[in-house]
C-alpha cells in the first residue's frame, strides 16, 4: 500500500543502526557480554527484520529490498562489504602497526603526526584512481573495473606478508598505496552497477543501500 513518506521505515531502520554502530563501537569498552552491549545486539536482531516486513509491504517503501536481491545488485554489495572490510582492516591495522613502539618486535615507533603523514598519501591515491576507473568503466564496463580494483586490493594485501615485517615505513606506505587504488577502482564502479541494474525510479534508493 502506499503511504507517501516512509517514515516508520526510516525511524526503524534509523533505530536499529543506532543500536548496531552503539553495541559494536563501544562493546569493547562495556564488555562484549555485558547487559547492555548484549541488549543492544538483541534490539538489532528484533528491529532489522521488523523493519524488512514492514518494508515489504508498501507499496513505496524507504528501501525496495526485493530491487536489493537482484543477481547484479545484490553481488555489488556483496563485493561492497568485501571492499570495506579490506579498506577498514588496512585503516585500522597499518597506523597501529607505525605507532607501536620498536619494541614489540613488530611496531616502528612512528609519532601520530608522522603516522598521519605516512598514511595521508594512501587516501590521495584513492582519489587520484576514482577517475581512472571512471575512464575503464567508460571503455570496458564496470564490471571490468571492479574486477581490477578487487585484484588491485588482493594485491596489495599479498605485498604484506613480505613487506609487513620490515623495520621501515616505507613497505606499509607500497601496501597502503596498491589496497587503496584498487578502493578507488572499485567503488567508482559500484554505482553504475547497480544502476545499470536497476529501474531509474530505484536508483537513489538501490545506491543508498549500497553506501
Not at 538489532?44 to 526485493?66: G, H, K, M, N, Q
Not at 562489504?81 to 615507533?109: C, D, K, N, R, W
Request: charged residues 10%; glycine residues 10%.
Amino acid at each position: 500500500r502506499s503511504t507517501g513518506f516512509d517514515l516508520l521505515g526510516a525511524v526503524g531502520l534509523g533505530t536499529a543502526l543506532i543500536c548496531l554502530l552503539l553495541a559494536v563501537s563501544k562493546g569493547a569498552d562495556w564488555g562484549w557480554g555485558s547487559a547492555t552491549t548484549l541488549a543492544l545486539f538483541a534490539a538489532v536482531l528484533v528491529l532489522l527484520p521488523a523493519w524488512a516486513w514492514w518494508e515489504l509491504r508498501l507499496s513505496e517503501p524507504l528501501v525496495d529490498l526485493r530491487v536489493t536481491v537482484r543477481p547484479q545488485v545484490l553481488m555489488t554489495n556483496t563485493a561492497s562489504i568485501l571492499v570495506g572490510f579490506a579498506m577498514y582492516a588496512q585503516s585500522l591495522v597499518v597506523p597501529q602497526l607505525l605507532q607501536l613502539p620498536e619494541a614489540t618486535g613488530y611496531g616502528l615507533g612512528q609519532s601520530m603526526l608522522a603516522m598521519g603523514l605516512w598514511m595521508a598519501p594512501a587516501g590521495l591515491m584513492m582519489m587520484a584512481m576514482s577517475p581512472v576507473g571512471a575512464k575503464l568503466s567508460a571503455a570496458k564496463g564496470p564490471k571490468v573495473t571492479l574486477a581490477v580494483g578487487s585484484l588491485l586490493i588482493a594485491a596489495g594485501y599479498g605485498l604484506s606478508v613480505p613487506l609487513i615485517g620490515s623495520d621501515s615505513p616505507w613497505s606499509l606506505l607500497i601496501v597502503t598505496l596498491v589496497c587503496n587504488s584498487g578502493v578507488g577502482f572499485a567503488y567508482g564502479a559500484m554505482p553504475a552497477l547497480i544502476m545499470g541494474a536497476v529501474p531509474q525510479s530505484e536508483t537513489a534508493s538501490a545506491n543508498s543501500f549500497n553506501a
